[in-house]
């Protein structure tokens, strides 16, 4: 069973930085994506950024392109989200998915959703 455990999240300053971290457990074919995604209150899910593990290739949404950056540790099974120059609008719940299809993709192809961790953002 593949489950994943996003953590990092918290309080932080617009204009701050914060880690998150996406870590990976039961996870044993190699050829998968992970998908970040966000939903705000009474908003719809939105798609932020692609981490393909075969080659390390990322992709990310044009409301986070240039702060935000996916990447890895392999050893840990472990997938983060570096987040810099936060605004308020980033505050929202963040979570991370798993596809074996194309990502960016249809949202019914991720899976395996964990519970979420809570960014806010104050000015």
């Known amino acids: 069973e593949v489950k994943f455990v996003e953590s990092g999240g918290g309080l932080v300053r617009a204009g701050g930085s914060q880690r998150l971290s996406c870590a990976a457990s039961?996870?044993?074919?190699?050829?998968?994506?992970i998908g970040w995604f966000r939903q705000a209150p009474g908003k719809e899910r939105e798609w932020l950024s692609c981490f393909r593990r075969r080659d390390g290739r990322t992709e990310y949404a044009d409301s986070v392109k240039g702060r935000f950056t996916t990447s890895s540790d392999n050893a840990k099974d472990t997938v983060y989200l570096q987040m810099s120059s936060l605004k308020p609008e980033d505050t929202a719940v963040y979570y991370c998915a798993l596809t074996y299809y194309a990502c960016p993709g249809p949202m019914r192809d991720f899976n395996s959703w964990g519970q979420g961790t809570q960014v806010t953002v104050s000015s």
């Open positions: 039961g996870i044993t074919f190699d050829d998968y994506d």
